[in-house]
């Protein structure tokens, strides 16, 4: 009897220890995970906000496209430079719309200043 006893006394110690080892090693394994976790989470986050960053810089960048493909060709500078200064060819008349609620002066029939005269006026010569 006294042999069974040891023997029980044996196989509870196993037991226990290989529980105990199997508990310390998925401890180990979920801890690691959520470790894991963690990093995929932030790499993840980070790569969503360089997706957008990135989207941000295409379209900027297809406007840039945009905008030197206008510049490129001659009718192109012509619209930008009459629509940023103003600017009408000789023996053109400009039309200006105005907001009716807007109270205006009265209309003139002098005619629209040449580019000479505007470029003049603003570099003050």
Known sequence: MQGSGFQRLLVR???????????AFAFYIAYHAVGVH??????????????????????????????????ATPRGVEDVVRAKFELAKPGEVE????????????????PAPSAKEKIKSLLRI
């Open 38 to 71: 963690a990093v995929y989470t932030d790499a993840l986050s980070k790569r969503k906000d360089a997706e957008r960053a990135m989207q941000a810089l295409k379209s900027r960048h297809d406007a840039l496209t945009h905008k030197v493909d206008q510049l």
């Open 13 to 23: 110690i196993r037991w226990w220890g290989s529980s105990a080892a199997v508990a």
């Open 95 to 110: 039309y200006v719309l105005v907001d009716p609620a807007v109270s205006t002066p009265a209309p003139t029939n002098t």
